[in-house]
């Protein structure tokens, strides 16, 4: 039977908006030394903006940004609703036939728009599916250190233009990261977005630098989740649960962020919050330790 002192934690828990899936996990929880997090929508807050987009010299960025927006309007990814915003934002028709759309995870998206295939997404991508060395201008370049994510534009396998989108960190991100460290659990990214974006957001959330990993897909995410499992012990991987699934399954503890009202990624992860409040982190390692140190 469940001691008591662990019922009593896991019911403090979801007194607090996080629900935990059993005492198994409050012992896990108590034993993690590492904590990797997804960047878009954990970290940061998932609500992009677009801060500057510009054409192939000889290209039209109208043009280029219609495209993506009727192409983007195919797509729940956080960085397609800004792309479309601004779109429509400069008045530009967005009603253009889509077809074949396909969401390439962790890269983006490609899909028949009017006469056209456009692919919308990161340079890797952009190698990938359009068989294009990409240079990306020091113009895009210098908003990607600032924490920006890049996302190229090609229109019939050539590049067309180049779209910055940039989010905001969590208010809380930084308190929440600093409290795990004070706890002695290490904290670390793993993201899909390039190394530019990623090492900015890293820095402002003070994280452990050579525990930042950039340019993954949702398998690399679960290799690296598997290679510091073995490095650490106890893994905690805090992300959204929509892309992150693979790397939440693989962790001692995923955790799924802001899960109100997503059956889906409740029953990916071990841990669901049902806040965005990442400062919940610390509190309830501590309780997990609490109530550990009762039962021995
Ligand atoms: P993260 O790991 O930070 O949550 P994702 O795995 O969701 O990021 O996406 C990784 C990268 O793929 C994004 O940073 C973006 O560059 C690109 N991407 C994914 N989907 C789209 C899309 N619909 N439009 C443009 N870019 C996209
Ligand atoms: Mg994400």
Not at 244 to 273: C, H, K, R, T
Request: aromatic share 2%.
């Amino acid at each position: 039977s469940t001691p008591v002192v662990v019922v009593t934690g896991l019911a403090r828990a979801a007194h607090e908006g996080v629900l935990i899936k059993g005492g198994r996990y409050l012992e896990l929880l108590a034993k993690a030394k590492i904590a990797t997090f997804d960047k878009t929508g954990t970290l940061t807050q998932g609500r992009f903006q677009v801060v500057h987009s510009e054409a192939v010299p000889g290209g039209e960025v109208n043009s280029m940004l219609q495209l993506a927006g009727c192409l983007e309007r195919t797509s729940a990814h956080p960085v397609a609703a800004a792309i479309v915003g601004h779109a429509a934002s400069l008045g530009l028709a967005l009603d253009l036939d889509v077809s074949e759309s396909e969401e390439v995870p962790g890269q983006g998206v490609i899909a028949h728009v009017a006469e056209h295939v456009v692919a919308v997404g990161n340079v890797r991508l952009m190698t990938d599916c359009c068989a294009e060395d990409v240079a990306v201008p020091p113009s895009v370049a210098e908003w990607s250190t600032k924490g920006a994510t890049v996302c190229c534009v090609a229109v019939d396998g050539q590049l067309a233009g180049f779209v910055a989108v940039a989010d905001t960190v969590r208010d809380e991100a930084a308190a929440a990261v600093a409290a795990l460290r004070k706890q002695g659990v290490v904290c670390g990214m793993l993201t899909g977005d390039g190394q530019g974006a990623a090492a900015a957001i890293a820095s402002a959330v003070g994280l452990d630098a050579k525990l930042v990993h950039s340019q993954l897909l949702p398998e690399d995410k679960l290799d690296l989740v598997e290679k510091y499992k073995r490095e650490y012990g106890a893994l905690i991987h805090v992300g959204d649960g929509v892309n992150d699934a693979p790397a939440l399954a693989a962790a001692d503890i995923g955790i799924a962020m802001g899960v109100a009202g997503s059956a889906m990624a409740i029953e990916a992860a071990d841990v669901a919050l049902f806040t965005n409040d990442l400062q919940c982190l610390a509190p309830i390692i501590g309780l997990a330790r609490s109530a550990h140190r009762k039962i021995l």
